[in-house]
Nanobody, 117 residues
């Protein structure tokens, strides 16, 4: 079963950018869906962005036009480029991998993003 390790979080000023990375312990070529979720203090975890094995993407309305998810099957890494960051983006960001055959749903341990005003 794949293991996921996030990196790239930190403290950034509003309007700035961060690039998050999710390194997988094995090939992600056959992983059906990879995504980023986030959880802010006092809130439920929510989807930020998904990317499928075919390259299709979807985004939460709150990040459309600002965030971009990408998938590098050679390096077994998924990235989340976050631009024009807002204080509302402050959260722990989690990488997620899902497959259906065989079935699994794996989470990373998260990376903290703090956006100051």
């Amino acid at each position: 079963q794949v293991q996921l390790v996030e990196s790239g979080g930190g403290l950034v000023q509003a309007g700035g950018s961060l690039r998050l990375s999710c390194a997988a312990s094995e090939s992600i070529f056959r992983i059906n869906l990879m995504g980023w979720y986030r959880q802010a203090p006092g809130k439920q975890r929510e989807l930020v962005a998904h990317i499928s094995s075919g390259g299709s993407t979807n985004y939460a309305d709150s990040v459309k036009g600002r965030f971009t998810i990408s998938r590098d099957n050679v390096k077994n890494t998924v990235h989340l480029q976050m631009n024009s960051l807002k204080p509302e983006d402050t959260a722990v960001y989690y990488c997620n991998a899902q497959t259906w055959i065989p079935s699994y749903n794996v989470w990373g341990k998260g990376t903290k993003v703090t956006v100051s005003s």
